[in-house]
C-alpha cells in the first residue's frame, strides 16, 4: 500500500514514480495506490505564484522568445515574400507580438511591436533593405501595426494578469474551503498546522498562545506545532499571521509574497477558530462530566438519606424506651434512675436527633441542587424572622446577645427559608461557644443590602474554655445555608477570627424605598 506521488505529471512522464515502478516489478503482488489531496494533478493544493501582472522573470522569458521567433519568422517570410507581401507579414509579426504579451505583458509586447515593424519596414517595404518608406500607404500601415500592437498587447497582458488572478483567488477558495472541511470532519490543530505547512512549502508552522499574565517580557506557549524545529516565540519565525491579541501563527521557511502573507493570515484566522472551539468543546465535556458527577452525587445523598432515616427512626423510639425504663427504675419498676445513665441516654437521643436533623439537611441541599426545591421571595421583615429563629432553637439555657438597629429594613427572602437559616447559624454558633461566653447577632443596614453578623462566644477563649478549635468551615449546616441563602439572592462567608472564634457573615437584598420601623431587639434572647 503506497501513497500517490505528489510529483508533477510533466516529471511522472520523464521518470516513473516509486507506484509505477513497485506495480511494474511487483509481479503476483497487489499494490494498493491511496489517493490524497496532494497528489499529481491536483494544481490547486498550492497557491500559485503572485498575481500582480508579470514578474521579472517572465518579462526576460517573454524579450527571449520574442529574440528567437523574430528572426525565425522573418526568414520565412523573406522566403515566400512574393505570395505574401506586407499585411500578410505584419498578420504574422503580429501572431508574435500577441504571444509575447502573453507571457509578458505590456512592456515586452510594445518592444516587440517596435521590432517587428523595424523587420517589416526593412524586408517588406520599398525601398527593401532600408529603413526609408517610399509610399505613405506603407507608412500607414506600419503605424496602424503600432497602434494594433499596443492595444491588443495591453488586452492580452491584462487578460493574463486577471487569469492569474482568477487562478489564484479560486486556489484560496480551495484551500479555505479545505481547511473549513477538515475542521468540520473534526482534524485536530496539528493536522490542519501541517496542511498549511505544505500548501504554503514551509519548513515548520506554530500556533502560539500569550500568557496571560502580565510581566516584563510576554511569555508564548506552543498550542501545536508541525514541521522541523517549529518556532516557540513570534520573533523566532520567518512569517507571522497573527490572529487575535494573544494568537498568532508563526512559521519558519521561504519568505511569502503579499499574496501569499494574506492568504496565510486567513488560514491562521480559521486556525483561531479551529483552536477556540477545541476549547469550547472541551469545556462543554468537562461541564457534562461536573453534570453527571452532580446528578450522582444528587442520587446517592437522596438514596443515603432515605436508607439512614429508618434506623435512626428506629434508634430514636428505642432510645426513648430505654429513658423511660431509666426513669422507672428499670423493667421491674425497682430503684430509681441512675443519673449517669440518664445523662448518657440523653446525649444518645440528642445525638440521634441531630444525625435526624443532618438526614434532613442532605434531602433538602439534594432538591435545592436539582431545582426541587420552592422559593418564594417578598419582603420579609427581619425581626420577625428573628424572633421565629429564637423560638425554633427551644429551652437550653444558652444565650444569644442581639446587636440591632432601632429599625430594619425589609429584605427580599423567602420567611420560611430564611428563618431555617437563621435558627441553622445560631444553633451551630450555640453549639460551638462556651457555656460563659454566649454567640452575638449583629446586624448592620447598608445601602442597597443589608448584613448579619452570627459570631460564636469562642472569640479570644482559651482552649480550655469549651469551644471547639477545630471549627469545619464547610460543614453540612453551613453548606445547606449558604445553597439557600444564595438561592434567595443573597451570600454567606465564613471567617475565623483571633483567638478561637468563627463568625458567619450573611446579606441579603433589601426593598427599596423607605425602611419600616421594626422592634428594637437589642438584649439577650433564648
Do not use: K
Not at 497557491?47 to 517572465?58: D, I, K, L
Not at 444558652?398 to 430594619?408: D, K, Q, S
Request: neutral net charge.
Amino acid at each position: 500500500m503506497l501513497g500517490a506521488s505528489r510529483r508533477g505529471r510533466l516529471s511522472l512522464l520523464l521518470r516513473a514514480g516509486v507506484g509505477q515502478r513497485t506495480i511494474r516489478d511487483s509481479g503476483p503482488i497487489d499494490v494498493h495506490i491511496v489517493t490524497h489531496e496532494a497528489a499529481a494533478g491536483t494544481f490547486a493544493s498550492r497557491p500559485p505564484r503572485p498575481a500582480r501582472g508579470a514578474g521579472p522573470a517572465r518579462r526576460r522569458s517573454a524579450l527571449a522568445a520574442a529574440a528567437l521567433l523574430l528572426p525565425a519568422l522573418t526568414l520565412v517570410l523573406t522566403a515566400a515574400r512574393g505570395s505574401l507581401g506586407l499585411p500578410g507579414a505584419l498578420v504574422l509579426y503580429m501572431l508574435v507580438v500577441v504571444l509575447t504579451a502573453l507571457v509578458g505583458g505590456r512592456g515586452p509586447a510594445l518592444l516587440t511591436a517596435v521590432a517587428a515593424s523595424l523587420l517589416a519596414d526593412y524586408y517588406f517595404t520599398l525601398p527593401l533593405h532600408s529603413i526609408d518608406v517610399a509610399r505613405t500607404v506603407d507608412i500607414v500601415v506600419l503605424i496602424v501595426f503600432l497602434a494594433a500592437a499596443w492595444l491588443v498587447g495591453t488586452a492580452a497582458g491584462a487578460a493574463a494578469r486577471h487569469t492569474r488572478q482568477a487562478v489564484r483567488a479560486t486556489s484560496e477558495a480551495r484551500a479555505l474551503s479545505r481547511m473549513a472541511v477538515a475542521m468540520m470532519h473534526g482534524q485536530d490543530l496539528p493536522a490542519l498546522l501541517e496542511q498549511v505547512r505544505e500548501n504554503f512549502s514551509l519548513a515548520s508552522v506554530s500556533l502560539l498562545e500569550r500568557a496571560p499574565e502580565p510581566g516584563p517580557e510576554p511569555r508564548w506557549y506552543v498550542v501545536a506545532s508541525t514541521g522541523d524545529r517549529p518556532p516557540e516565540r513570534p520573533w523566532d519565525a520567518d512569517v507571522e499571521a497573527p490572529v487575535d491579541d494573544r494568537l498568532t501563527l508563526a512559521a519558519r521557511g521561504r519568505g511569502l509574497s503579499g499574496d501569499d502573507l494574506r492568504l496565510l493570515t486567513a488560514c491562521a484566522a480559521q486556525l483561531g477558530i479551529a483552536h477556540a472551539h477545541g476549547r469550547l468543546t472541551r469545556h462543554v465535556a468537562e461541564t457534562d462530566t461536573l453534570a453527571a458527577a452532580e446528578r450522582t452525587r444528587a442520587a446517592l445523598l437522596l438514596a443515603a438519606g432515605h436508607d439512614l432515616r429508618a434506623p435512626l427512626g428506629a434508634a430514636e423510639a428505642a432510645l426513648g424506651r430505654l429513658s423511660d425504663l431509666v426513669r422507672a427504675g428499670g423493667p421491674g419498676g425497682q430503684g430509681g434512675p441512675d443519673g449517669e445513665a440518664a445523662h448518657l441516654l440523653s446525649s444518645a437521643s440528642a445525638s440521634v436527633r441531630r444525625a435526624g436533623a443532618l438526614v434532613t439537611d442532605l434531602d433538602d441541599l439534594s432538591r435545592l441542587h436539582a431545582g426541587a426545591l420552592d422559593l418564594y421571595l417578598r419582603p420579609v421583615d427581619l425581626g420577625e424572622a428573628l424572633t421565629a429563629a429564637l423560638d425554633d432553637l427551644g429551652p437550653g439555657g444558652h444565650g444569644i446577645v442581639l446587636r440591632l438597629p432601632p429599625h430594619l429594613p425589609d429584605v427580599i427572602a423567602d420567611a420560611a427559608l430564611l428563618t431555617r437559616v437563621l435558627t441553622t447559624l445560631a444553633a451551630d454558633a450555640l453549639r460551638h461557644s462556651p457555656p460563659d461566653a454566649p454567640p452575638t447577632l449583629t446586624a448592620e443596614t447598608l445601602p442597597d443590602r443589608l448584613t448579619v453578623r452570627i459570631a460564636d462566644g469562642a472569640i479570644g477563649a482559651p482552649a480550655n474554655g469549651g469551644a471547639v478549635t477545630d471549627r469545619p468551615g464547610d460543614s453540612l449546616p453551613l453548606r445547606l445555608s449558604r445553597d439557600l441563602t444564595e438561592a434567595m439572592g443573597g451570600a454567606l462567608d465564613t471567617t475565623t477570627t483571633t483567638g478561637h472564634g468563627f463568625a458567619v457573615t450573611l446579606t441579603l437584598p433589601t426593598t427599596a424605598g423607605r425602611p419600616a420601623p421594626a422592634p428594637d431587639h437589642q438584649g439577650r434572647g433564648t
